[in-house]
């Protein structure tokens, strides 16, 4: 079994209004070192092993629902998980 | 001419749509569920507005894989008027049948107000019955109605007049050119986040709406009926 770290975040040339947001109220809070914040989401997927390597997999199931490559980018992370 | 109103887990404007389509324009209507086999039967398919599957991940995200949605990209092929509205947009939006996505609005507030729109393509199967840069009432009910395309798509769609509706005046949403209503380059796929099917009645505070939906049976009867 597999834990899969999934991250989908808007692109950088796509504004990220929440994260427009979320920054100025850091500034507002005297956190003027912050430059940009981008808002995302995390996913945490478990997979059983297979047949098909399992980044091919990860990988459509992004390109396919979990991402919205239209203005969307993700990355993951893949981390063998321990049996409970 | 027969319509499907396409009913999802969590749509809430069906009855709107429903009541539009068959009390005020008269058309034939039918309620059809997203797990449905077949819409040979229908003329016209209308995605009502809502939260299908509570707008979990993306807005029409998971709509866009119900079993309806194989037969809707068929009736799209096949040429068949195609009319998403807010989430039915979003929908078409995820499905790839129109290009571009939406993002949260500008404020980050869900606005619900009536706005007015102007008729930039008045040479649609879903717009001929208004006058070009016709300016019309219609209410939005939306949080995602943010409109994104690239440089590309933009001039892509603006070379092939494919923005039908502009917001007039104040952009509401923050939405790329005040983009409201786009068609697909064939010319038979609209989406918009307007609520068109709420404005067919002076008694609901206007009828600004109902004039799109006219304009797809007219399109219809000269290209079905003989004689019309």
């Known amino acids: ?84 | 001419m027969k319509f499907a109103v396409i009913v999802f887990p969590g749509s809430n404007c069906d009855i709107d749509m429903y009541h539009a389509v068959k009390d005020e324009l008269g058309a034939e209507a039918e309620y059809v569920w997203h797990d449905a086999e077949s819409l040979d039967e229908y003329d016209g398919i209308l995605l009502p507005g809502g939260f299908s599957y509570g707008d979990y991940l993306r807005s029409g995200a998971v709509a866009r894989f119900s079993n309806v949605m194989k037969e809707v990209v068929k009736a799209a092929e096949a040429g068949k008027p195609i009319l998403g509205v807010c989430n039915g947009f979003q929908i078409l939006l995820e499905a790839g049948l129109l290009p571009g996505a939406m993002r949260r609005n500008d404020s980050l507030k869900f606005i619900c107000r009536t706005v007015e729109l102007r008729v930039e393509n008045n040479e649609t199967m879903f717009s001929s019955a208004y006058e070009k840069d016709e300016v019309i009432n219609i209410p939005i009910a939306h949080g995602e109605g943010n409109y994104y395309c690239d440089e590309a798509v933009l001039a892509e769609l603006k070379k092939n007049n494919q923005i039908v509706f502009t917001y007039n005046g104040t952009n509401p949403n923050g939405s790329l050119e005040n983009i409201a209503g786009i068609v697909n380059e064939k010319g038979n796929v609209l989406g918009m986040m307007p609520h068109p099917e709420r404005a067919v009645d002076e008694l609901l505070g206007g009828a600004d709406g109902l004039k799109l939906f006219q304009s797809i049976v007219k399109q219809w009867r000269e290209a079905h009926v003989v004689n019309a």
């Open chain 1, 1 to 84: 079994m597999y834990k899969v770290k999934v991250f989908v975040t808007l692109r950088e040339s796509v504004l990220d209004p929440q994260g427009t947001v979320v920054k100025n109220s850091l500034h507002s809070m005297n956190y003027s070192e912050v430059s940009d914040v981008r808002i995302g989401k995390y996913m945490e997927l478990i997979v059983d092993k297979s047949d098909r390597p399992v980044e091919e997999a990860v990988k459509e199931m992004c390109e396919r629902l979990l991402a919205n490559v239209v203005i969307e980018d993700y990355r993951f992370e893949i981390e063998e998980a321990v049996a409970q």
